[in-house]
């Protein structure tokens, strides 16, 4: 059974960095996009970035230029590295993973930005 674990949320101030990944446990198709979305409280889940198996990388207009999407295949992990944290980066975020099959979803880690 694949599982999408995902580890370092937790409270920074606005300004600083944290850096967000998730492994998969079990087996997937190695052709996959691999990516992170968030939702804030009383807002929809979005969008954050993605990342193909070919390294193709795409990114929300509100995060690109902070943050940093990206992927080693050997670990089954992929990484998000978030600078120039905001308050309105406040969220749960998601790790994702989509097949030609199947997609999967981790169960989330809060990231917390104070001002």
């Known amino acids: 059974q694949v599982q999408l674990v995902e580890s370092g949320g937790g409270l920074v101030q606005a300004g600083g960095s944290l850096r967000l990944s998730c492994t998969v446990s079990?087996?997937?198709?190695?052709?996959?996009?691999r990516g992170w979305y968030r939702q804030a409280p009383g807002k929809q889940r979005e969008l954050v970035a993605t990342?193909?198996?070919?390294?193709?990388?795409n990114y929300a207009d509100s995060v690109k230029g902070r943050f940093t999407i990206a992927r080693d295949n050997a670990k089954n992990t992929v990484y998000l590295q978030m600078n120039s944290l905001k308050p309105e980066d406040t969220a749960v975020y998601y790790c994702h993973t989509q097949t030609i099959v199947n997609q999967y979803w981790g169960k989330g880690t809060l990231v917390t930005v104070s001002s």
């Open positions: 079990g087996t997937i198709y190695s052709i996959n996009v």
């Open positions: 990342i193909s198996s070919g390294l193709s990388t």
